[in-house]
């Protein structure tokens, strides 16, 4: 019904950036909000940043100033610049939708997951 694909992790040195995109297919006639969380082994789920309809964003504290999300409604996807990253950046990050879908008569919304995509800073 609803696909969400993460792409762009990988391997980077302390202090490199990376974008991470997620892509929407699917039976969607907007997405309402975005949001990526992240996950690092043996941590709880946390929640990174995330963008509003309206294009409102918030990010937790530990990457003000170094993240951005944004998002491309009409190509249904979202992005997290991700600058001067750090060891503690390390973990699986997911990015998580809110959609209306259906039909203009028959509406419906939903919350949808990504698979994850693996971040690793190391050097």
């Known amino acids: 019904q609803v696909q969400v694909v993460e792409s762009g992790g990988g391997a980077v040195q302390p202090g490199g950036s990376l974008r991470l995109s997620c892509a929407a297919s699917?039976?969607?006639?907007?997405?309402?909000?975005m949001r990526w969380y992240r996950q690092a082994p043996g941590k709880q789920r946390e929640l990174v940043a995330s963008?509003?309809?309206?294009?409102?964003?918030k990010y937790g504290d530990s990457v003000k100033g170094r993240f951005t999300i944004s998002r491309d409604n009409a190509k249904k996807t979202g992005y997290l610049q991700m600058n001067s990253l750090k060891p503690e950046d390390t973990a699986v990050y997911y990015c998580?939708?809110?959609?209306?879908?259906?039909?203009?008569?028959?509406?419906?919304?939903?919350?949808?997951w990504g698979q994850g995509t693996q971040v690793t800073v190391s050097s």
């Open positions: 998580n939708i809110t959609v209306v879908g259906g039909t203009p008569d028959a509406m419906w919304d939903g919350d949808f």
């Open positions: 699917g039976n969607i006639l907007s997405i309402f909000s």
């Open positions: 963008i509003s309809s309206g294009g409102v964003q």
